[in-house]
């Protein structure tokens, strides 16, 4: 199945190849080949819209997902016919997170493939409100990270350190 990725911002240059082959080796170690993702590249303007839209919240953010299916944390979703083979789409706040970055003195690249690791462990039922989902979603992305980082000798560490 698919990764299917559009960048609708002009703000932040992004390397299309490179992060959509990390989210098919992220999805391989969820063991969510099968299923297809909507990967979006926003800007601030979209992500505030959204966040504000779905999350009451209207400002800018670095990851917002939003799953095809309602699954509990670690299940897959259960198709009943070819059109359900899709996990959902996830929003990166590319602008967002490359302002974070130039902050913090973190790679961009890294940090956007960390990013969506984060969202699709989302899209797979996986929260942090409280502190226990935070450890199961925690140990979830640490996981799918290190399986990635021994494929592509990167040293990636999940989004959700120190949430907790």
Same mark, same amino acid.
């Given at each position: 199945m698919?990764?299917a990725?559009r960048?609708?911002?002009?703000?932040?240059?992004?390397?299309?190849?490179?992060?959509?082959?990390?989210?098919?080796?992220?999805?391989a170690?969820l063991?969510a080949?099968?299923?297809?993702?909507?990967l979006v590249?926003?800007?601030?303007?979209?992500?505030?819209?959204l966040?504000?839209?779905?999350?009451?919240c209207?400002?800018p953010?670095?990851?917002?997902?939003?799953?095809?299916? /309602?699954?509990? $944390?670690g299940? &897959?979703?259960r198709?009943?016919?070819?059109?359900?083979y899709? #996990?959902?789409?996830i929003?990166? =706040?590319?602008?967002?997170i490359?302002?974070?970055?130039?902050?913090?003195?973190e790679d961009?690249?890294d940090?956007?493939t960390?990013t969506?690791?984060?969202?699709?462990c989302h899209?797979?039922?996986?929260?942090?409100?409280?502190k226990?989902?935070?450890?199961q979603?925690? /140990?979830?992305? $640490?996981?799918? &990270?290190?399986e990635?980082?021994?494929?592509?000798?990167s040293? #990636?560490?999940?989004?959700?350190? =120190?949430?907790?």
């Amino acid at each position: 199945m698919s990764v299917a990725l559009r960048n609708v911002q002009r703000a932040v240059p992004v390397r299309r190849a490179s992060l959509r082959r990390a989210v098919c080796a992220l999805r391989a170690a969820l063991g969510a080949s099968r299923f297809d993702v909507g990967l979006v590249c926003a800007g601030n303007a979209l992500m505030q819209r959204l966040n504000g839209d779905y999350r009451h919240c209207p400002e800018p953010t670095d990851v917002l997902s939003f799953p095809l299916h /309602q699954v509990a $944390a670690g299940e &897959l979703p259960r198709p009943r016919c070819r059109d359900e083979y899709n #996990l959902g789409d996830i929003f990166l =706040g590319v602008e967002y997170i490359h302002q974070q970055c130039r902050e913090t003195g973190e790679d961009f690249d890294d940090i956007l493939t960390v990013t969506a690791a984060h969202g699709l462990c989302h899209l797979l039922g996986y929260r942090h409100d409280t502190k226990p989902k935070w450890e199961q979603m925690y /140990q979830k992305e $640490a996981q799918i &990270l290190e399986e990635l980082n021994r494929l592509a000798g990167s040293r #990636l560490r999940p989004l959700t350190t =120190g949430l907790f």
